[in-house]
């Protein structure tokens, strides 16, 4: 079958692939202890399920409005104003399957050939194949431990061209668990003023974040940039709703219009119960939130120290997300019964082969120092996930 160009100019998301592959094993029998899952190990709130089984029983179970009910538009617009004192109206709010399809959507309305959309590196998998899905170029800014994983006003000016169409900005970021404070976040904006591109802001992680940090987007602290930012979030992670397929963007009603419209003709509405369960999501209760949020501090701080004792590894102590991203790049080089791990998809596969250990490696992400690992994991696994790796790395010579 001859297939068109754009499959071949993509790749599968290797995050999946890999849950997939430890998920697999584990079904053979595999004792594998798995680091790679992107969300969280909670179940969806009970009232979350509670407001899907009455909405199926009151028969929400047909076609929603293409971008979304209103009801879940009004739960949106009133959480914009609540968290973040920012306003929307209907027109300026659309409703996806999920936060994936949300970018997905932006890229198809606003990139084309010839467009350049600046990224971070280390980023989420899912930026880069979708602005080359839509024609565009990715343009990245390499960050490492040293800039805590942030880019700097100097950096982003750097990479701007008069093709630059976009920044995609993403705090608490995943893979690396970094967040931008008000102030990095004002520098990089005044740099945006002075130039003519969107800026779409990820923030499908806001309510993960620790040490007292305060979450705020771009928008938030510079309020001349809300035309041009494309908020995305959805409820994923903060409720631990990743099966349910709800995202949504907030912008400029020109892009909404655009996205809904390209919506009409490809998925029509988000799935009816899904969006009735949502909005009890985003309007109930937030103290299964605050408790999530409290039992990943305590494992964040486990798996950082456990990584940090490992010797040659580093790790930095994420201040969001539930990720860490720590270096493992001292171990390249060195062997396993003659063979030689180096890079950090040779490492992941050894990990896996040998100790039964399954994370994400950082070329996936852009970072072949490094590898990604969920602490969206049981203590219990985490524990034990960390005593094979410290044993695998010392098997090695
Ligand atoms: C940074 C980031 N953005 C967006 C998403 C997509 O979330 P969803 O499509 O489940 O809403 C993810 C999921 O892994 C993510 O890590």
């Known amino acids: 079958m001859k297939l068109a160009d754009r499959v071949n100019r993509i790749k599968p998301s290797p995050t999946l692939a890999i849950d997939a592959k430890a998920k697999a094993l584990r079904a053979q029998g ?18 979350i399920r509670e407001a899907a089984k009455n909405a199926i029983d009151a028969g929400f179970t047909r076609y929603m409005p293409v971008g979304g009910s209103e009801d879940l538009k009004d739960a ?18 659309c409703v996806s399957c999920g936060a994936k399809h949300s970018l997905y959507n932006i890229s198809q309305a606003l990139i084309q050939a010839g467009d350049e959309v600046i990224i971070p590196a280390p980023y989420w998998v899912s930026y880069p194949d979708q602005v080359v899905l839509a024609g565009g170029t990715p343009v990245f800014i ?28 993403n705090s608490p970021c995943n893979p690396t668990g970094t967040s931008y404070t008000v102030e990095e976040l004002r520098a990089i904006g005044q740099v945006c003023l002075k130039y003519d591109f969107m800026i779409i802001s990820d923030d499908i992680y806001e309510r993960l974040i620790y040490d007292g940090l305060v979450f705020k987007n771009i928008a938030q602290v510079l309020p001349e940039l809300k035309p041009r930012v494309a908020v995305v979030n959805g409820v994923s992670k903060t409720y631990a709703m990743t099966g349910w397929r709800i995202g949504y963007v907030c912008a400029d009603k020109e892009l909404i219009a655009a996205i809904t419209k390209m919506q009409s003709q490809s998925t ?41 004792a490992m010797p040659g590894v580093t790790c930095f102590t994420s201040t969001g997300a539930f990720y860490v991203f720590p270096n493992f790049s001292s ?60 044993e695998a790395i010392k098997n090695l010579q």
């Open 142 to 169: 390499e960050t490492d431990e040293k800039s805590v994983f942030k880019i700097t006003p100097e950096q982003l000016e750097k990479a701007i061209t008069p093709r630059t169409k976009a920044l995609i900005l």
């Open 268 to 308: 029509s509405s988000a799935s009816s119960v899904a969006q009735k369960a949502a909005v009890e999501a985003i309007s109930g209760s937030q103290e299964p939130v605050a408790d999530m949020v409290k039992e990943f501090e305590k494992r964040r701080a486990y798996i950082v120290s456990r990584l940090n």
């Open 331 to 390: 171990v390249y080089g060195k062997s396993f019964n003659g063979k030689v791990i180096s890079n950090s998809t040779e490492f992941a596969d050894y990990l896996l082969e040998e100790v039964r250990v399954a994370l994400v490696p950082g070329v996936a992400f852009g970072g072949d120092k490094y590898a990604r690992l969920s602490y969206a994991v049981s203590m219990e696994n985490i524990a034990e996930g960390m005593d094979r790796i410290e």
């Open 76 to 93: 949106i617009i009133a959480k914009m104003k609540r968290d973040h004192g920012l306003e929307y109206t209907r027109e300026e709010v």
């Open 30 to 47: 595999v004792d594998v202890i798995g680091f790679g899952a992107g969300e969280p190990d909670f179940d969806t709130p009970v009232a």
